[in-house]
């Protein structure tokens, strides 16, 4: 038996942890060049206008200064704010939209009454990972997946059993994802180029020889959930023509247990 070692606010907890560092690092590298008294013109007016009772300590707009007065909720909410989101979206358009999820389960964290479950925890840490590839920051996604992935294999129950053998989940995944993106790239999909259609097959192929050497349900499902964990060059090319393992979550839960989580 799996023991879970981390409730749902848990894992949040430990993704907050993870992740406040380098957004401070981030913020303080960008803002830091954009002028003198940059941390009182851009970080403690904004943070006042928005916080009206925080009380704001900063003299020098170090790190250690940020870090000890503000905890992760101003820095999401400093993405947003009028004079500098246009600072941080020219680096990454979809930064602001990710911090303002983050500002709202955040708030929901913060609020001991809230329904957490697993589904919410996750939503938070696949957040947190979105925020950390707008910041290209690759040591901080591997953390947050590997967190993400101690959570899947922990979720919900752990004593679920599995209703189907290794053979029937791997059909399920060559019938549904496999051969079907096989299908879609002999089209030669027009929003590819050839380089991409040679990676996507020579993907599908790969995909199919580690599938191929996996006799137990269990090492089918830590296959499937690394794929969509370490998500990279190849999912954005099947994302553009064809079906991801993400796409079949739901599918895939119910062929191994039954019903979805």
């Known amino acids: 038996m799996v023991i879970l070692t981390l409730s749902p606010r848990g894992y949040v907890t430990e993704g907050f942890d993870i992740l406040y560092n380098p957004i401070t ?6 803002l830091c060049k954009t002028g003198e008294n940059w941390w009182e013109n851009h970080f403690v007016k904004n943070l006042k206008s928005v916080f009206k009772d925080k009380k704001v300590h900063l003299k020098s ?4 200064e940020i ?3 503000y905890d992760e909720l101003y820095l999401f909410r400093l993405f947003s704010c009028t004079s500098v989101n246009q600072v941080f979206s020219l680096r990454n358009p979809n930064i602001i939209e990710i911090a303002e999820k983050l500002c709202v389960i955040r708030n929901e964290w913060a609020h001991r009454d809230f329904p957490y479950d697993y589904a919410w925890a996750e939503r938070s840490l696949i957040q947190m990972i979105n925020l950390s590839r707008a910041i290209n920051n690759d040591d901080t996604i591997k953390k947050l997946s ?6 899947l294999i922990n979720v919900a129950n752990p004593e679920r059993e ?5 053979s029937e989940i791997k059909s399920f995944l060559e019938k549904r994802v496999l051969a079907r993106n096989e299908s879609l790239l002999e089209d030669k999909p027009e929003c590819l180029s050839e380089e991409d ?3 996507a097959f020579s993907k599908i192929e790969s995909s199919r020889n ?3 050497k996996i006799s137990s349900p269990e090492g089918v499902v830590a296959f499937y959930w690394n794929a969509i964990i370490h998500k990279s060059y190849s999912y954005n090319v ?12 739901d599918e895939f839960d119910e062929i191994c247990y039954g019903k979805p989580i």
């Open 197 to 199: 259609i040679h990676f």
């Open 61 to 64: 707009g170090s790190l250690e």
């Open 210 to 212: 580690q599938l191929s």
């Open 67 to 69: 870090r000890k007065h």
């Open 162 to 166: 599995f209703i189907s053998d290794a």
């Open 25 to 30: 690092d981030y913020i303080y590298n960008i």
């Open 146 to 151: 590997v967190l993400r992935d101690k959570l």
């Open 238 to 249: 099947t994302k553009k023509f064809g079906i991801t393992f993400e796409d079949v979550r």
